[in-house]
């Protein structure tokens, strides 16, 4: 069973850093895409990036290149997403999914329940 | 960059009835890599349809998908309770993927 388990809900101040995590099981982590996508509260969704843990090769939204780091952890199965200073419009829901096909950019077929970060001063 | 414009941003139906969503692409993005998917309120979005028309796993035949080129439509034919939520396009056709901002489908 295909199964994406992200880290718990954040709460942190502007300028602070954070890193959340996002824990697969259940299929082969190297070979199919990961990728992450943010929900503003009462907002649509919006892609961020999405990584190939195989070799580390990551594509980001022209919106949040240098906003963030994806990252992998092949021995455990597990990507991140970290901010090295939160604003306060980082405020989010942060989800991560699994593209359908291995070693495809195809839709997203398994999400996590996702991660709320809350930014404030 | 590719745009998905989803319009209008609210649908009202009752259930029993048919619904049509629309997705629009700022170009040309073929007939293949688009998907539909769903969000309920407190939930992850959960994958509707793939490849433009192909339904995932465990989604029930009332949702179709159809299109090309430019204009993209989901297709509810009979709308059950479960079935009323926010729904989204999505173009996967290269490494730069983009959503359109959602359809939510309401009870009229």
């Known amino acids: 069973e295909v199964q994406l388990l992200q880290s718990g809900p954040e709460a942190k101040m502007p300028g602070e850093s954070l890193r959340i995590s996002c824990k697969t099981s259940?299929?082969?982590?190297?070979?199919?895409?990961l990728a992450w996508v943010r929900q503003r509260p009462g907002k649509g969704l919006e892609w961020m990036g999405i990584?190939?843990?195989?070799?580390?090769?990551?594509r980001y939204s022209p919106s949040f290149e240098g906003q963030v780091t994806m990252s992998v952890d092949k021995s455990i199965s597990t990507a991140y997403l970290q901010w090295d200073s939160l604003k306060a419009s980082d405020t989010a829901m942060y989800y991560c999914?699994?593209?359908?096909?291995?070693?495809?950019?195809?839709?997203?077929?398994?999400w996590g329940h996702g991660t709320m970060v809350t930014v404030s001063s | 960059e590719i745009v998905l414009t989803q319009s209008p941003g609210t649908l009202s139906f009752s259930p029993g009835e048919g619904a049509t969503l629309s997705c629009r692409a700022s170009e040309d993005i073929g007939s293949v890599s688009l998907a539909w998917y769903q969000q309920k309120p407190g939930q992850a979005p959960r994958l509707v349809i793939y490849?433009?028309?192909n339904r995932a796993t465990g989604i029930p035949d009332r949702f179709s998908g159809t299109g090309s080129g430019t204009a993209f439509t989901l297709t509810i034919s009979r709308l059950e309770p479960e079935d009323f939520a926010v729904y989204y396009c999505q173009y996967y056709g290269n490494s730069f993927r983009t959503f359109g901002q959602g359809t939510k489908v309401e009870v009229k």
């Open positions: 990584i190939f843990p195989g070799d580390s090769d990551t």
């Open positions: 999914a699994k593209v359908r096909r291995a070693g495809r950019h195809d839709a997203f077929e398994f």
């Open positions: 259940g299929f082969s982590f190297s070979i199919y895409w």
């Open positions: 490849d433009v028309s």
